[in-house]
């Protein structure tokens, strides 16, 4: 088992730390909330009072951060930690930031001899509690496979897509082309409710013909039709519209960038900037379905 340095415990970090305590690694972890740190604690992983102190000695470096900008401070800034990290050590960033900030630190962090891949997550909290995220990774062939050591004990997939910085690209495609599917099942749903149509019925309908999608399968917009997803529960839980705004604003500077034309992905952005702007940031992101009712 390995020594392991885990930094940022918000709803996704802390479980998959969890995971990593019971599959019988050694963890230490950091976060600025003290009652994130409690939690993991309680679960048997090692605390530490700073990023720097959970990293030494560490064989891996495990971060989940909110956004580009904290993941270069951590690691490259002025306080960054790269200086203590170990030289055999594998840095491994799971949070979904723009490719640019990833190849950033992959190339900072390769100045000081140190091995870097970006290996943002699918899954939501449920698979991050569960243990079966899909970690969707750019760096070194050599490095994906060292990276199993740790991947495999939180997530059931682990995809190699390519050098670093891909791992981001893969995951805001695919995030784009989520919202693209939840904003049209909702609005289909919804316009068969306004019918006169059964919501269960007019999904069971659709899940055996052309129209079948994640989201009728697994993550049912419409509340009471599926048990055990946010929208049976007041739109709790999941992954926040909040996030799916960001992932959206990412994957368009990403299309910039490329000259790729994505008018259904800037459309998807507008709803959901929309459906933010109205005071729905904090819910999940299948709560899009509120934006098509009468």
């Not at 088992?1 to 996704?12: E, R």
């Not at 290996?119 to 939501?124: L, R």
């Not at 496979?145 to 791992?167: Q, S, W």
């Not at 599917?181 to 909702?186: D, F, I, K, N, W």
């Amino acid at each position: 088992m390995a020594k392991v340095a885990f930094i940022g415990l918000g709803n996704m970090g802390g479980p998959m730390a969890i995971n990593l305590v019971k599959a019988g690694h050694d963890v230490i972890a950091f976060d600025l909330s003290a009652a994130a740190l409690a939690q993991v604690a309680a679960e048997g992983a090692k605390v530490a009072n700073s990023a720097k102190e959970a990293v030494a000695g560490a064989d891996y470096v495990i971060s989940m951060l909110p956004a580009g900008k904290h993941v270069l401070a951590l690691y490259l800034g002025e306080q960054g930690i790269a200086g203590a990290i170990s030289k055999q050590a594998l840095v491994i960033d799971c949070s979904t930031i723009d490719a640019d900030s990833a190849r950033k630190v992959g190339t900072g962090l390769a100045e000081q001899g140190i091995a870097f891949i970006d290996a943002p997550v699918s899954g939501g909290v449920g698979g991050a509690k569960a243990g079966t995220l899909t970690f969707i990774i750019g760096g070194a062939a050599a490095d994906f496979v060292n990276a199993k050591t740790v991947l495999a004990d939180m997530g059931k997939n682990l995809f190699h897509a390519g050098v670093i910085g891909a791992g981001q690209v893969a995951k805001i495609c695919n995030n784009m082309l989520l919202s693209i599917l939840m904003a049209g099942t909702s609005e289909a749903l919804q316009m068969g409710v306004n019918n006169g149509l059964d919501p269960k019925i007019l999904s069971d309908i659709m899940l055996k013909s052309s129209g079948r999608n994640w989201t009728l399968e697994l993550y049912n917009p419409c509340p009471g039709v599926m048990p055990n997803v946010p929208s049976s529960n007041e739109y709790q839980g999941g992954f926040m519209v909040d996030l799916m705004t960001k992932d959206l604003g990412l994957a368009l500077e990403a299309a910039n960038q490329s000259s790729s034309s994505t008018p259904l992905g800037e459309l998807a952005h507008s709803l959901y900037v929309q459906h933010q702007q109205a005071g729905n940031g904090k819910l999940d992101f299948s709560s899009i379905f509120k934006m098509f009712e009468k």
